[in-house]
């Protein structure tokens, strides 16, 4: 994705090579994902004006040549930064100044980087590339649109099985179990938080009875390697007045927020805008408005507290309210947006009514 406008952008930095290194971790480096369409073991190597090309041990260079369209070379893994050096040099690119993600590096290999590239300088490129990951392609908001529709389905399922489950881990493997067989990745672990549980905004599913009041169930998949997010709020039991009542005043400020959004207002003012709306209920709500989706579940823009980040066409991010009452209950109703033409479009449409189980 968009190595031209990297490569520009690193023109304009002073940087004469940009480095994303992955180590083949469980979660790889998403900005070397977003290049290359790849997620095992290697480096991407981008200079400022020839061809960038991935360098991938044996063992997988077959699968980097399959996933991406950038051409792959092959290195021994026990001395991968020596490989990649001296392959920079046979291509005579000049490495003065070396880009480097830092977000996504250990200290340890960052020594071992400047052991390799000696007397360079190096830029550090994270926010570069999460600028640049900002605004989605065509093909892009295809992948984050189908990611939608599955987590529609799944959650949906989850919903309508839900009396059927005894704990809430239970809910929780549910949503995972579906996800897999359908081969998909999570976006991120499910929360499934019921009764008091449920005023913990990133509880952590228990083997425990689910409890009688709200629950929130916060769930996300990822479709060729992007995410979506979704979170709804039922009832298990029966809901006294006062709580409905909050509910539809959570989901009022949620729809109404879903409409504000292509008001012009930067993301700082939406949030505002949330909280003025929220009115007494403000001081229970405890985290950001929504972010940003892609490659990772938490992207720019942020829409958080005097957040100046502005929307624009080609952006999808989520609108998430919530009113947590410490001890005694938590909602939360979000949903996966699109701006495109000057208002959100909603991309995860499981109806947001007030299910009682």
Do not use: W
Request: net charge positive; proline share 4%; aromatic share 10%.
């Amino acid at each position: 994705m968009r190595i031209d406008e990297f490569r520009k952008n690193l023109n304009d930095n002073g940087v004469d090579i940009a480095v994303l290194y992955n180590t083949g971790s469980f979660e790889p480096n998403p900005n070397f994902f977003y290049f290359t369409g790849y997620s095992g073991y290697g480096c991407l190597a981008v200079p400022k004006k020839s061809k960038p090309f991935i360098l991938a041990p044996k063992m997988e260079a077959e699968r980097a040549s399959k996933s991406s369209k950038i051409k792959v070379a092959v290195a021994d893994k026990e001395t991968f930064l020596e490989s990649l050096a001296s392959k920079i040099k046979k291509t005579g690119a000049r490495a003065r100044t070396v880009g480097i993600d830092k977000n996504s590096i250990s200290l340890n290999q960052f020594i071992r980087i400047k052991k390799i590239f000696k007397n360079k300088k190096f830029h550090d490129i994270s926010s570069m590339c999460q600028s640049l990951r900002k605004i989605k392609t065509s093909e892009e908001i295809e992948y984050i649109k189908k990611s939608c529709s599955y987590a529609d389905k799944i959650i949906q399922e989850c919903i309508k099985n839900f009396r059927y489950f005894r704990t809430e881990s239970e809910a929780a493997a549910f949503l995972e179990f579906e996800s897999k067989s359908m081969g998909l990745d999570l976006s991120f672990k499910p929360i499934v938080a019921s009764g008091s549980n449920a005023s913990m905004p990133h509880y952590e599913p228990k083997r425990t009875p689910i409890k009688k009041g709200f629950c929130v169930i916060d769930f996300g998949v990822k479709y060729n390697g992007y995410c979506s997010d979704i979170t709804r709020t039922i009832y298990f039991g029966e809901p006294s007045g006062k709580e409905i009542e909050i509910y539809q005043l959570l989901l009022d400020v949620q729809q109404h927020l879903v409409e504000e959004a292509g008001s012009g207002k930067n993301c700082g003012e939406l949030y505002d805008s949330a909280n003025a709306a929220l009115g007494k209920y403000k001081k229970y709500f405890t985290h950001g408005l929504g972010h940003g989706i892609g490659v990772e579940i938490h992207e720019l823009p942020n829409l958080t507290s005097n957040s100046k980040d502005v929307l624009e066409n080609g952006i999808p991010f989520t609108i998430e309210p919530g009113i947590y009452i410490s001890g005694k209950l938590g909602i939360r109703i979000e949903d996966s947006v699109l701006f495109n033409n000057g208002k959100a479009e909603p991309l995860t449409k499981t109806t947001k009514d007030l299910l009682i189980i």
